[in-house]
């Protein structure tokens, strides 16, 4: 809790902000990234029985896949210029509730219903005719 504290109200640089991110992945509940309406981590303790905290070996790895790849996190509406066919989208929107009592489509500052899963969708297809994935 002291960490997502300081994740949420601090100011780490983005060397430990990444750090925090790979712990938060490891330590919350079941791997969850979720925030409240203030846009701060919310996810509980719970690590559903992962053992392994570091990954040294696949740390390294992905960073060496990773050098000259631009990584942005944030609303995809505003990504737009970046379709292209080098381009890679990954989108892990809220899945669409199979009844009322399990509703789980605000766990980020905005809600996320019908309207959203449809422009999203809308997106999508034009990632795809632009040749990107």
């Known amino acids: 809790m002291e960490k997502r504290t300081y994740y949420n109200e601090g100011t780490p640089d983005n060397i430990t902000r990444a750090a925090l991110f790979i712990f ?5 509940y079941n791997g969850i990234y979720s925030v409240n309406r203030k846009g701060k981590l919310s996810v509980t303790f719970g690590f559903g029985g992962r053992v392994k905290l570091l990954e040294e070996e696949l740390i390294r790895f992905n960073h060496k896949l990773l050098q000259d790849v631009v990584i942005l996190d944030g609303d995809y509406r505003q990504t737009g210029k970046y379709i292209g066919t080098k381009s890679l989208f990954y989108f892990d929107p809220p ?3 199979v009844n009322e009592s399990n509703a789980c489509t605000s766990y980020m500052p905005q809600d996320f219903g019908d309207e959203e899963q449809v422009a999203l969708a809308d997106f999508c297809k034009e990632i795809d005719e632009a040749g990107g994935k």
Do not use: A, E, L
């Open 24 to 28: 938060f992945m490891r330590t919350c």
């Open 95 to 97: 899945y669409k509730p």
